[in-house]
């Protein structure tokens, strides 16, 4: 009798496996996915919402990101995300606004740990990357 639970465990088990698994957005973003990504923001998800520029968007679908990290080693600002466009620091989040949500692919956030790793100092806040629409 013990030898017949285990084959129904197996299937059990390859069964779950298989449901979690699914199509995920692939790193460089080519591949679609139909699960939200909190660190990512597809043009088609903007396109859903009722954002006309790029910083609303992102204040409607992903406002975490927006979110102080505290304030910078002189206590004299928050420390806010930086803003990258197609690889190249860009500014301030303020000119999100100029950016119309046409004008992109996608979004994608960097947390400040890993940004701090990729730019160097200066990004305390975290980084907002900015991929164009090719083409």
Do not use: K
């Not at 009798?1 to 088990?13: D, E, K, S, Y």
Request: charged share 25%; net charge positive.
């Amino acid at each position: 009798m013990r030898h017949l639970r285990f084959p129904a465990v197996v299937i059990a088990t390859i069964a779950m496996l298989a449901a979690c698994g699914g199509a995920s957005q692939s790193e460089d973003g080519d591949s679609p996915s139909p699960r939200r990504s909190g660190n990512r923001l597809s043009q088609a998800e903007m396109l859903e919402s009722t954002a006309t520029n790029v910083l609303q968007a992102i204040e409607q679908l992903r406002p975490m990101w927006l979110r102080t990290r505290g304030t910078d080693p002189t206590g004299s600002s928050q420390m806010m995300p930086v803003v990258y466009i197609d690889g190249i620091r860009a500014g301030e989040l303020e000119m999100l606004r100029s950016i119309q949500i046409e004008e992109v692919d996608r979004l994608r956030y960097v947390n400040p740990r890993d940004a701090t790793t990729r730019w160097g100092t200066g990004v305390a806040g975290g980084v907002i990357e900015v991929f164009r629409r090719r083409g």
